[in-house]
Structure formats: C-alpha cells, structure tokens
C-alpha cells in the first residue's frame, strides 16, 4: 500500500528557476492539500483542493500554483523560486469521514 | 484571529508519564487532532476528540474540553520511541486545520 506518494525527496534549486513538486495518491480521497512546515511554525497550509477539478487558496499560497486533473494527483509549482521558499513540503489527502489527514514523507526544498 | 498554543519543548523520563497541553481560539470547532511527527518523517495521526471528554488508545490518551478551549495528549509508560514532535490542530468553522507549532517531547533514560 503505497498511500500518498511524494517527489523529489530532495531538491537544491537555483532561485528564479521553475519547480513541481509530485504527488500522488491512491487512496481515492476527494480532499489534497499542501503544507509547508518551518522551523519553529506549524504547519501552514498553501494550497488545497476538495476535489478533482476545484482548487483553493490556504494562508500562504504566494509564489506557489496547483492543479487537481484528476483524484490521485496533486502537484505544487513554483512558478519562479525564491530563497524563501526554502522548506520542507508535505503533501496531504484526507479522509471523508474522519477527517484524518495521511501526509507523504515530505519533499526538502533549498532555493539559493 | 486564529491560534494554538502548546508547549515548545518538554523533557520527560523513560517509563513516566508527561501531559501535552494545548489551547485554541478558533473561529468555529469541528474536532481537535493529535499528530506524532518523528524528527525527518511525515506526521501520522494519533487521535481525534470532537465531543468532551476522554479518548484512551493503549498508552496514549486525548481528552477535550470544548468549553475552556483546552485539550491534553497523556502520554503513559514513556519509551525512548516516543522521542518526536506532537502536534495539536483544530478544525475550523470552514473545516480547515489550524495548526499548533509543535511540541518537541525528549524522553531520557
């Protein structure tokens, strides 16, 4: 059971250059979101969406951009870096009927 | 405006028991989450409360006081495994996860 699928684990990326970050699920959750988590801050929502065709903004969603085309997949662009962007992502789906939220391993991104 | 507190680091000892405490102003309450997250590794979910009250899962207890905006994570015969962060999240009136920072829990022996 794969749950929810991230990529790249890691990525050192030039600031200005374009990045995706992938994920994937297979759990069938209508519900995705993606986090980033800082150093001394909780998790802070950037993006979400409730379902395949819709997406909504979080608390911190400059800089970033998503795209929902189907149920499994959920990938987060970053459409020019910058050194604040520098973060561990994590990607998260959620279950209709609890709410639980299951997160990938998360994806380590350093913009110099 | 939206906010959870907890505690940002404790210290406890093997085979004791230790309380995470955390407080929320939220606007709005639709259940309060405990997550687990080892040091490097994805959080995972630890237990759920949305009525009053206590929630017992083996060594690990959750209890929930809607009224004072107040929920614990009690945590019982303390091992070294235990060792990670705990997260404490609130959803809102829009069913959206507010988070706490996190609370680093250091068990020695």
């Known amino acids: 059971i794969a749950g929810i699928t991230q990529a790249p684990t890691s990525q050192i990326l030039a600031a200005g250059r374009r990045m995706t970050l992938r994920c994937t699920q297979d759990m069938r959750h209508n519900a995705m979101y993606w986090y980033r988590q800082d150093l001394g801050l909780g998790l802070r929502l950037i993006h979400y969406?409730?379902?395949?065709?819709?997406?909504g903004k979080g608390e911190v969603p400059d800089g970033y951009s998503v795209s929902r085309a189907n149920t499994d997949d959920f990938p987060l662009t970053l459409a020019s870096a910058v050194p604040s962007q520098t973060s561990v992502y994590f990607c998260?789906?959620?279950?209709?009927?609890?709410?639980?939220?299951?997160f990938g391993e998360g994806s380590r991104l350093t913009v110099l | 405006g939206q906010n959870i507190d907890q505690p940002t680091e404790m210290t406890a000892t093997e085979g004791a028991i230790v309380q995470i405490n955390c407080t929320y102003q939220t606007s709005g309450f639709n259940g309060l989450f405990w997550y687990q997250q080892h040091a490097g590794e994805a959080p995972t979910f630890l237990s759920y409360?949305?009525l009053d009250g206590l929630e017992e899962k083996g060594r690990f207890s959750s209890f929930l006081s809607r009224s004072k905006g107040y929920s614990y994570l009690l945590l019982k015969e303390l091992q070294m495994k235990d060792s990670a962060s705990y997260l404490c999240?609130?959803?809102?009136?829009?069913?959206?996860?507010?988070w706490g920072a996190g609370t680093k829990l250091i068990i020695k022996p």
């Open positions: 409360n949305v």
């Open positions: 969406s409730n379902t395949a065709g819709t997406t």
């Open positions: 999240a609130v959803r809102d009136s829009n069913y959206q996860l507010i």
């Open positions: 998260a789906s959620s279950d209709r009927a609890t709410g639980e939220l299951f």
